[in-house]
Structure formats: structure tokens, C-alpha cells
């Protein structure tokens, strides 16, 4: 590790494999760790690393290196967590892009600022969750969202960003759009609302209500519910390699949704506000008979057939093999193209 300027921290030839969740091989030609805005602003004005091109990475759980990137590699690792305005109508707490989100939820209820537990246990820090706008058991991310801090990538430049400014959408903001890969999130803040409302309206969680008789759990007990839940589900990435969601719930119109159930009449699908249809993308894949399937060493996850694997030693190249096929064969049956969650290198 090299130090320049105001201890600019940079490794050459950095390997990447404990920086993804997949647990793919991949160097980084130099990687530098970002702890402030102000090593973003050392990077831009770099005389080597200035002009060349960038990749962001938080926690690792949503990017597939299917080669070494050709670029320099920020690991977004600003620290720092505090409530920093108490309103009528919210608590407001701001956090530090490379603070672990599961562990920001834990903390915010044990201040007693509830409004988080909905969203236990995704992994990856707090940077990342505007980028794709982490959403699960009812509540996402723009919920609970009041600004974010982040630093241009071509001017040094910091600037903040209000809700409207991120075009939230489903899986979707900005950053995957007009800032894709352009500015370096640093800081979040959050507003968790007063009085709290708990969120239950999510099967999962009606059903746990029904089991236990409570129907009425605070926040805490929806957090170790939500938690309990997806450990039975989803596999833990420091076991076994993977991204959470594979691919998108594709969104359809109601003619196309009437096309795909006249395919397939158990196929499951939810009617969505604005009259469009939300698919199931594991259920299509499942119907494709996926699940439990293994090419090379990337596989489908037996119990959750959106969840691609890393069976041990998987390649970037065979994930890919695995994502297209996948895709071709719901393509061929439904006539559906699904689109990959994670940001594909
Ligand atoms: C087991 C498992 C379960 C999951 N469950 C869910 C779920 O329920 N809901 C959900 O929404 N997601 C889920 N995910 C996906 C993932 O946890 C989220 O997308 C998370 O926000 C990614 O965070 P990260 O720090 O790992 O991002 P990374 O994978 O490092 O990066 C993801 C994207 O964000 C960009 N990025 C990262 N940090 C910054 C930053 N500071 N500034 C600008 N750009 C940045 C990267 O360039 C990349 O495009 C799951 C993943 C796993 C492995």
C-alpha cells in the first residue's frame, strides 16, 4: 500500500475476491480506499488516477466481477453515525457511506429511533442502498430517505441530493441512470417517522403474527422476525457466494401479463397501483426448472430459485453462462426478458 498526498491510501494489484459477496477472483489494478470527501477530491485532481476510469464499491454484495475491472476500484469506506436533527414528525440521523447497513438498523432501534427494522439484514453498506434503492418485507429505502451527500467524480464537486433529485423507483434511482457511476455517495440521512407505524402488510410477516398470536409487535420484534425469515431463506454469503436477488421482478402491462397467465396460469404475479403487473422472477425461473441446476460452479440456490450461487470457485465467466441461460429459457417459455439486479463488470 502506497501513501500519497494527505494519505490517499492505494493498493496496485489489489485482489477483489473478499470484497464480493459471489466471491469472485478479479485484481484491481489500484484500489483506493475512500474515507472522506475530501480522499474523493484527492482522486479527481490524482495527475495519474484523475483521468482514468472509476468503479465504486461498497460491501460487494451486488456487483458480478466476471473480469478485472478496467478501472480504479473506490471502496467507499466513510465512517460515522449520529442523529442529527429531532423534528416533530421524525428523528433524523445521518450515517457514513461505509457504515454496514444492517448494523446502522440494529443501532438506530436500540436508540430507540424505530422505522429501520423492515429492512434487517440486507447486506452491503449505507452508501449503496439509494443506488438500487434497497427495498424488502413493505418498506424501501425512499421511505425512510431524507438526503445524501456525494462528490462528482469529474469536478471534485460535493453536492446534496433530496428525494426528488434521486428518482427513486422500484430497484431503480438516478445512479443507475443520468449519475451511473459518476459521483461517490459519502453520507446518507434518514428520517424514521413520528409516532412509528409498524409495517406488517408483507405475507411472511402476517404469517408470524398468526404463529406467535402477537399482533400487535413492536419494532424490535419485527426486526428478529425479518431477520429469522430471510436466514431461512436466503443463503448467507459468508457461506456460500451470492448476490441476493439474481434478476428483477419484471414489470408488465395488463395485456402482456394476460398473454404470460394464458402461458401459464399459476404464474405469480402482483397488480401494482399504476395498473401495470409486477412478476415473480424466481417463480418463472423455477417454472423453467432451474432450481437446484449447476453450470460449471455457479448454481441455482435449491431453496430460492432468484438466488444464484457460487458452488466453490466459481468464475465470472460461468455466472454468465448461467444468467443467460436462465434468461433464454424464461425468454423462450414466457416471452419475458429478465434483467439482472446486480451491477455486471
Ligand atoms: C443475501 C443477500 C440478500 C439481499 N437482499 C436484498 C434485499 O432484500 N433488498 C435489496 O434491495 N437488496 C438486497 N441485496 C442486494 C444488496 O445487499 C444491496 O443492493 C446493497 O445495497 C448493496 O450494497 P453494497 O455496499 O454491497 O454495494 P456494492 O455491491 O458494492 O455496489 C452496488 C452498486 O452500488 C454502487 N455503489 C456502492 N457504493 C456506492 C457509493 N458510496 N456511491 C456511489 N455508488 C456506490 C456500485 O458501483 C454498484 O453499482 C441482497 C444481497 C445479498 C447478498
Not at 472509476?54 to 469506506?77: C, F, Q, Y
Not at 434503492?133 to 418498506?139: K, P, R
Not at 460452479?297 to 457460487?310: C, D, I, M, P, T
Request: glycine share 10%; with cysteine.
Amino acid at each position: 500500500m502506497t501513501r500519497i498526498a494527505d494519505a490517499l491510501q492505494i493498493e496496485r494489484q489489489a485482489a477483489l475476491r473478499a470484497f464480493n459477496t459471489f466471491g469472485l477472483s478479479a485484481t484491481a489494478h489500484a484500489l483506493v480506499h475512500i474515507r472522506d470527501e475530501a480522499d474523493v477530491q484527492s482522486v479527481v485532481n490524482h495527475p495519474e488516477l484523475g483521468r482514468l476510469p472509476k468503479l465504486i464499491l461498497g460491501g460487494g454484495s451486488n456487483i458480478i466481477l466476471t473480469r478485472d475491472p478496467a478501472a480504479v476500484v473506490l471502496r467507499v469506506e466513510v465512517p460515522g453515525r449520529a442523529l442529527v436533527e429531532q423534528r416533530d414528525d421524525a428523528f433524523i440521523i445521518e450515517a457514513g457511506a461505509g457504515e454496514n447497513w444492517h448494523d446502522l438498523v440494529a443501532w438506530t432501534l436500540a436508540q430507540g429511533w424505530p422505522g429501520l427494522e423492515n429492512l434487517a439484514l440486507i447486506p452491503g453498506t449505507v452508501g449503496a442502498a439509494p443506488i438500487q434503492n434497497i427495498g424488502a418485507y413493505g418498506v424501501e429505502l425512499a421511505q425512510r430517505f431524507e438526503s445524501l451527500d456525494a462528490v462528482d467524480l469529474m469536478t471534485g464537486r460535493k453536492v446534496t441530493l433530496n428525494a426528488r433529485a434521486c428518482s427513486f423507483g422500484y430497484r431503480d434511482s438516478v445512479f443507475k441512470h443520468d449519475l451511473r457511476g459518476k459521483s461517490v455517495i459519502t453520507r446518507v440521512r434518514l428520517k424514521l417517522p413520528r409516532p412509528w407505524r409498524p409495517v406488517l402488510g408483507y405475507f411472511d410477516l402476517e404469517r408470524r403474527m398468526a404463529e406467535s398470536g402477537n399482533t400487535a409487535p413492536d419494532a424490535q420484534t419485527i426486526f428478529d422476525w425479518v431477520c429469522s425469515i430471510r436466514r431461512a431463506k436466503l443463503p448467507d454469503p459468508q457461506k456460500i457466494g451470492n448476490v441476493g436477488s439474481f434478476f428483477k421482478n419484471p414489470v408488465v402491462t395488463e395485456d402482456q401479463c394476460r398473454d404470460i397467465i394464458a402461458r401459464d396460469p399459476r404464474v405469480v404475479h402482483y397488480a401494482l397501483a399504476d395498473g401495470s403487473f409486477k412478476l415473480a422472477a424466481g417463480w418463472l425461473i423455477d417454472a423453467c426448472g432451474w432450481k437446484g441446476k449447476t453450470i460449471g460452479h455457479a448454481g441455482v440456490y435449491e431453496q430460492h430459485a432468484l438466488v444464484l450461487v457460487n458452488r466453490g470457485g466459481a468464475s465470472g465467466a460461468e455466472v454468465l453462462t448461467l444468467a443467460r441461460a436462465i434468461q433464454e429459457s424464461v425468454y423462450g417459455r414466457f416471452g419475458i426478458r429478465l434483467e439482472p439486479e446486480p451491477l455486471m463488470i
